[in-house]
């Protein structure tokens, strides 16, 4: 019952005028940006984070998550209305939902969007209420060696859940994780590769990896294809989708929330794999499988839900242990560093009325985006209909007044102009950024965790895979290893290949 | 029936089957040499003690790893090539970005044997705005000089209402008129 009390908590907390005020707020903001074809939920997070800085931690999380969710529903709406998925999650939805749009039902593949979203983030809602508290007890079991095998182990995921070459990708994954290095080591103060520039000894910002790698290189990569963007020229019609729509699409939900749930609490970026899940497994268990493709209401119903119920779950591992899952979450920890708190299971106990509060806030988000989504379509349409070569310079203006407002400090400017040329280098040469990032955002911790281990068991470094004294470890080492030869099997390769160019 | 397809294309290709994949891997290397080099000052600890240096260093081997194996596999598995690289997207986009930074609060250069030099004064958000907004227009091959400028300007216009104006964020303006 500790967990209705929490949630009441909570809702006391998000129930003020200012909290709802911030939280429709971000979620308007934050589909107004995500909705921009090429921006991604990414972006839109770094891109808006200095505007919460003035607000107080409380409301400046609540209005951040609004963002997070506006900026993946904008995505799935720019992937039905026209023919460009915002970003990873999304283009399961491009398959269904854009047929189902040319087919004239775009209203209902919008509502039933909205509709399974809702619900989804609801049950997600619950799952983090419910699983916070036992899991941050779990976490206090954690020493040093078990965060360090558990962060390999999230990597290791994140190879192997990035699309294309798994080889490339550990790459990606290691060059994060060296480049976290720059700047001054934690136990010494020693500058670490700075190459003698003193603008560097603190370390690379991560708002200026994402923005430059995920924002710039992205424009320099849209601007080589010429412009194919079909926007639906025909009426939206309803946005409820008719009863039978609704009769299709109750147990793709079902299915939809329950995968996306599980597998965004994985660290690792668990989440991106929900949707994806989802639309294999409904088209697997259809009478009619042939209609996939053509516009079936369940291919969008499904991933939807896993996709909003994934969304949320990430923050599970950033709530209780403190290690960000994803991209997005380690833009969530650029936050909470902003306004002084240390993401982790401390947190439950030292701020209630922040944790509590967020959770209680994402499901009035996820309520929000209903009410607030479907009547702004027909503005959201005309969005998408304002020609790239404006929209290009507006955002790349909004990403450099992003990055300068962080530190004021227009350095950080030119290390992003850097890192998006280098982003494209990557693009060029096959590689994937996203482990890149993660990597990025898990190196300083695994370092300073990996060495308090070694001093710990006096220079002995089988401390990790010790399944006497650390089973834990040993556990999530061997998972992570398992994970690894099993993605280098030709069989899985081939699987792997198919599901991501489907 | 497939396999003799690509050995046809392999030999076509010499040595090198996936270009892509070479260009890939002897990038890694040398990222890894690099880091490899500017960690070498960086002392690597004793026994049960790690320095600063042995999680760089550590890396750096591993980088070099799996560079080799990236370039072991573009010699032996047929791969795509390089992709052309297109010059004005990344000048014009870039440029545009590098002249927001240097334009905003001005550019100070420290030039060994001079000193501090002011290359721009502070220009603030009024001049840096329309300056970078044009230039990254110029990365798009449409053309159409008027609607540029009337853009950057409402653009600029825009951004000085929400970020200085709603937001009160920190950003300079017009610091020459205080600002």
Not at chain 1, 138 to 160: K, N, R
Not at chain 2, 28 to 40: R, V
Not at chain 2, 71 to 79: D, E, K
Request: charged share 10%.
């Amino acid at each position: 019952m500790d967990m209705v009390a929490n949630l009441a908590l909570g809702f006391g907390v998000a129930f003020t005028i200012k909290n709802l005020g911030l939280c429709f707020l971000g979620c308007m903001i934050g589909t107004l940006i995500g909705v921009l074809p090429g921006v991604g939920p990414i972006a839109t997070i770094a891109m808006l984070l200095p505007i919460t800085f003035g607000l107080d931690p409380v409301g400046a999380l609540i209005m951040l998550a609004g963002i997070y969710y506006g900026a993946q529903y904008g995505g799935s709406t720019t992937a039905i209305l026209v023919n460009i998925p915002g970003e990873a999650t999304s283009i399961v939805t491009v398959l269904d939902g854009h047929q189902m749009a040319r087919n004239g039902r775009a209203g209902a593949a919008l509502g039933i969007a909205a509709i399974g979203s809702f619900f989804a983030g609801t049950v997600a809602t619950i799952v983090i209420a419910a699983l916070a508290a036992p899991l941050t007890r779990v976490a206090l079991l954690f020493g040093p060696a078990e965060y360090f095998s558990l962060m390999v182990m999230g990597l290791i995921f994140a190879v192997v859940l990035a699309r294309g070459s798994v080889i490339k990708a550990v790459a990606m994954v290691l060059l994060g994780l060296t480049l976290s290095t720059v700047g001054q080591d934690l136990e010494t103060g020693a500058d670490r590769m700075t190459f003698g520039w003193p603008e560097l000894s603190d370390g690379i910002d991560f708002t200026t990896i994402a923005m430059g790698m995920f924002g710039f290189a992205e424009i320099l990569r849209n601007l080589e294809s010429p412009e194919t963007r079909d926007v639906l020229k025909s009426k939206i019609g309803s946005l409820l989708p008719n009863w039978e729509e609704m009769k299709r699409s109750v147990t793709p939900i079902l299915r939809g929330t329950g995968l996306g749930a599980a597998l965004g609490i994985l660290p690792g970026n668990g989440a991106v794999l929900g949707p994806f899940a989802s639309y294999t497994l409904e088209k697997k268990i259809a009478k009619d499988p042939s209609r996939f493709g053509k516009g079936a209401i369940e291919g969008v119903a499904g991933p939807e839900s896993a996709n909003n119920a994934g969304a949320q779950t990430s923050f599970i591992p950033l709530l209780t242990l403190g290690i960000p899952p994803n991209a997005v979450m380690a833009l969530m920890v650029g936050a909470m560093t902003i306004h002084g708190i240390v993401p982790g299971p401390q947190v439950m106990e030292k701020r209630p009325d922040l944790f509590w509060g967020m959770i209680a806030s994402m499901w009035i988000g996820n309520l929000m985006l209903l009410i607030i989504n479907l009547p702004m379509i027909g503005i959201w349409v005309k969005l998408l209909k304002v020609p790239y070569r404006m929209l290009f310079p507006s955002i790349l203006m909004f990403c450099c007044i992003g990055i300068y407002s962080v530190n004021n400090n227009p350095f950080d400017v030119m290390i992003t102009a850097f890192f998006g040329l280098v982003g494209y280098a990557f693009i060029k040469m096959g590689f994937e950024v996203a482990p890149l990032l993660l990597g990025f955002v898990l190196g300083r911790l695994m370092e300073e965790y990996l060495r308090r281990s070694i001093l710990m068991s006096r220079g002995d470094w089988s401390v990790f895979v010790d399944f006497v004294n650390r089973p834990i470890s040993a556990f999530l080492i061997a998972i992570a290893v398992l994970m690894l030869v099993i993605s280098f099997l030709p069989a899985i390769t081939k699987k792997r290949n198919t599901v991501f160019v489907e | 029936m497939q396999d003799e397809n690509v050995s046809v294309v392999a030999e076509t290709r010499g040595l090198v089957k996936s270009p892509q994949d070479m260009f890939a891997g002897l990038f890694i290397i040398a990222f890894g040499l690099a880091c490899l080099w500017a960690s070498s000052n960086l002392s690597g600890g004793r026994g049960a003690n790690l320095g600063p240096g042995s999680f760089p260093r550590g890396l750096s081997f591993l980088l070099m790893a799996v560079g080799g194996i990236i370039v072991f596999q573009a010699l032996t598995v047929v791969g795509p090539r390089l992709e052309a690289w297109s010059i004005r997207g990344p000048v014009f986009v870039l440029g545009a970005v590098l002249i927001f930074a240097m334009t905003i609060r001005g550019t100070t250069l420290n030039i060994p044997g001079i000193g501090r030099t002011d290359l721009l004064p502070p220009l603030g958000l009024i001049v840096a705005g329309p300056l970078t907004l044009i230039v990254a227009s110029l990365a798009s091959t449409e053309r159409n000089w008027t609607q540029t400028f009337i853009f950057s300007a409402c653009m600029t216009a825009f951004c000085i209402l929400l970020f200085k104006v709603a937001l009160r964020l920190p950003i300079p303006v017009a610091p020459w008129a205080g600002w």
